[in-house]
């Protein structure tokens, strides 16, 4: 399964990693400390399962909202146009009870790579907190 790491607007997609709940607090406040966030930012970890996907690639979360439907948040990157987001919004309306969209407006950051998060977590894993 892949995740997505997002703080202060940067977003990363990983392989979720093996790691113990200490490792995960490590992790997490790396994270926000390379995003230059606030103190009172946090990191938040989305999973991405294979189903949460549109038929044209934008990635998604959902919560239930109510006995009605899900609230749904779309992943949109720089890349992504809002034709593409308008797509994606249709493609969950015809197939699910959506009840609210929101979309989280994501960037990348040239330190936050999957690489870097990769070598941080190997590092974290050697320090075996």
């Not at 997609?13 to 995003?35: G, V």
Request: net charge negative.
């Amino acid at each position: 399964m892949r995740i997505l790491l997002t703080c202060n607007g940067y977003g990363t997609i990983i392989r979720r990693p093996d790691l113990t709940s200490k490792q995960w607090d490590a992790l997490q406040n790396w994270y926000a400390e390379a995003s230059e966030a606030g103190p009172q930012e946090l990191t938040e970890v989305i999973s991405l399962w294979p189903e949460c996907r549109t038929d044209n690639g934008i990635t998604f979360d959902e919560e239930l909202a109510c006995a009605n439907g899900s609230s749904f948040r779309l992943h949109a990157w720089p890349e992504n146009t809002r034709e593409q987001l308008q797509a994606a919004v249709s493609w969950l309306r015809q197939r699910r009870d959506v009840v609210r969209f929101l979309v989280l407006m994501l960037k990348r950051h040239p330190v936050l790579t999957p690489a870097n998060i990769e070598l941080k977590i190997t590092e974290l894993k050697g320090d075996a907190i």
